[in-house]
């Protein structure tokens, strides 16, 4: 049988990797998050530092700025966005390949389009939820949340969208799309885990 | 206590209208569809004949064209379409004083903006699903299902963007959003029901 897997793409704030690790161990299924940066890192032979910004924590150059300007990989003439995400989509398909398993971020939604056995999953919450969320968890900054806020939803969907060619958060997309803010973290891992168990 | 409500925004052919009368039926509320429109006719004086095919079933124009090309109430100088909005608005918030229901359509979500007890729902498929579901559902029609979908989608969307200023299907705007065909009609219902009664 194929293995199951449930993509969570989320707004910055929402929660939605904590539901994705609430979800996988609930499930007895592995939760990739930070450790896809190091496999990406570890298929393309570059730093989890550059990766990670490069691709979404960019702070002074939008992320579609750092796609135009950035260099070019020697031996295969990819620039290197496009370099990172050939890693990045081969570590992801490896994935699925491998085991069930819930996997946040990195346009996996998209990467895994055509892998029948998959549940698209959006979490998003109001800018007021979130900001008091990012506070809690990241703590005070010099820009103000929703400051932040803002910056990390430009950037995802920038990222999105040049990748993909689709729109990131648009409700067509996703199997199903909660709003952890209204619904409560609890039940969007209740609703996810129960989705796994009968589909 | 204030009474509870669910908001059903649907794409045409997803199953959102069968979705929230099961959901009614199961929890014992009443679900309001083509009623509202004998409500909205009844606020108004006019026909439910004329406001079905004013607001959403307009065949040769476009919503938007209809909007701005109608005539105007002569009494408030109103043009026909914001003349109809206002009495759907009314009927809208009154239902929500007098009981908990199922409301499917007709921007409710975005009425019941600043009401608290309100679950706002998008239910959507692929255009596949939804050709499939409409062709079963309605019969064959001269014109392809495909174009059909295309031409109400086009409608609503323009609808709901002209009153509400926001876009229709954006995840951001539901508290939660289901692809009914890749879910099924069965398991949507489960999820809602289920949400209304824990929260």
């Known amino acids: 049988m194929q293995n199951r897997i449930i993509t969570i793409s989320r707004q910055f704030g929402s929660g939605g990797r904590t539901i994705g690790k609430e979800v996988a161990d609930r499930l007895g299924i592995h939760c990739y998050d930070s450790e896809l ?20 924590d960019a702070q002074h150059k939008s992320w579609l700025g750092n ?8 031996e295969t003439g990819l620039s290197t966005q496009d370099f990172i995400w050939h890693a990045q989509r081969k570590v992801i398909l ?3 390949q491998k085991e069930s398993c819930v996997i946040v ?3 996996a939604d998209y990467i895994l389009r055509d892998y029948e056995n998959c549940l698209k ?6 800018m007021e939820k979130r900001a008091e969320r990012i506070v809690k968890v990241y703590g005070e900054r010099e820009e103000s949340p929703q400051k932040r806020l803002k910056d990390k939803d430009k950037k995802r969907k920038e990222y999105y969208r040049f990748f993909t060619d689709t729109e990131w958060g648009q409700a067509d997309n996703y199997h199903i799309a909660l709003d952890s803010g209204v619904l409560g973290i609890e039940t969007c891992v209740d609703i996810l885990a129960g ?5």
Chains 1, 2 share one sequence.
């Open 121 to 126: 999953v959006y979490i998003h919450a109001s």
């Open 37 to 56: 940066i190091e496999k990406i890192a570890s298929e393309s032979g570059l730093s989890k530092e550059y990766i990670k910004d490069r691709v979404e």
């Open 94 to 96: 490896e994935l699925a």
């Open 67 to 74: 796609a135009l300007s950035s260099g070019r990989d020697l």
């Open 195 to 199: 989705l796994y168990k009968t589909k």
């Open 105 to 107: 971020g990195r346009c």
